[in-house]
């Protein structure tokens, strides 16, 4: 029984950390799509203030989505170490501290977020600023939050290559996926250095972020539902499965 548990525990490592994944691409395209996209209107603070207050309950529920992708990419990040340190320990130590950095960054972002509606809603900055002032402050902070998730997500591109890496040196992962991640921090790195170098072509490099939406979906997929080969990962650990 206990041989059986040590050897199949790299598939209860792989899918949880596929579980995970599903969790943190569900909540983050909620959190962009149906929350964010839709109460914000770029350039437009009478409109934006009026999308928050009228639907605040949604705008809460953006944050709640963006706190449980955080915490959930933090044990996602464990996982993944977990799964690729037999490959080379130290680029998979690399990696993790690149993801958990780049959660870091998107979660003290989070109070750019949240600071938006603190404005519009907190007691006494009405009596400060005008109306027109508190919601252009609103609006800037809510800018300041998408400049800063382009922040964090150069960190995350520099994970990716180093990820896609390890998972097609792996032998126990595709290496197609492998090369999809790493396709995916080269786009998270293009499309943020574009955001802040060159904005003048962010809507140009737009349509090359269906790669990570298609790199990340299939290595979730692939966690959740074949996890790791067992026989090849005997072979690059030299144990019967031992984590």
Sequence with gaps: MTNRMIETSPLVYARAAGLLYLIIIVLGLFAEIFVRSSIITPGDATATAGSILGAEGLFRAGFLADSIMLLSDVALAVLL?????????????????????????????????????????????????????????????????????????????????????????????????????MAAGVTYLIGSYTRFLFPDFVGAVSPIYVVPIVSELSLCLWLLIKGVDLERWREVTGSAGVV
């Design 81 to 181: 170490f977990t799964l690729l340190k037999p490959v080379n320990k130290t680029l998979a130590l690399v990696a993790l501290f690149f993801r958990l950095t780049q959660t870091a960054v998107i979660a003290v972002n989070l109070l750019n977020y949240y600071a938006a509606v603190l404005l519009l809603k907190g007691p006494g900055y009405a009596t400060i600023f005008g109306v027109a002032q508190l919601n252009s402050l609103s609006l800037l902070f809510l800018d300041l939050h998408s400049y800063g998730y382009d922040l964090g997500l150069i960190l995350f591109g520099v994970h990716c290559l180093i990820l896609g890496y390890l998972i097609a040196k792996s032998l126990y992962l595709p290496k197609a996926i492998g090369y999809l991640v």
